[in-house]
């Protein structure tokens, strides 16, 4: 299982809110696991089994 960091730019900017819970709520919806979220930056940090890296882009 390897880790990985998805930034996330543009969150949270223009009036569109996304609080921190849902979005690794969303993370993990995908399969991903031991998701957290860094401050509200839109920063999240996962694992994954996936070998298939184009397909985390």
């Known amino acids: 299982m390897r ?3 998805a ?3 543009g969150i949270n900017v223009g009036g569109h ?3 921190m819970n849902r979005l690794g709520e969303l993370f993990e919806e995908l399969g991903l696991s031991n998701v957290s979220t860094f401050i509200a930056s839109g920063n999240v940090i996962f694992w ?3 070998e298939d890296v184009e397909a985390l882009r």
Do not use: N, P, W
Request: charge should be positive; avoid cysteine; hydrophobic fraction near 35%.
């Open 3 to 5: 880790q990985y960091i």
């Open 7 to 9: 930034f996330l730019r």
């Open 17 to 19: 809110r996304v609080k």
């Open 48 to 50: 994954t089994d996936s």
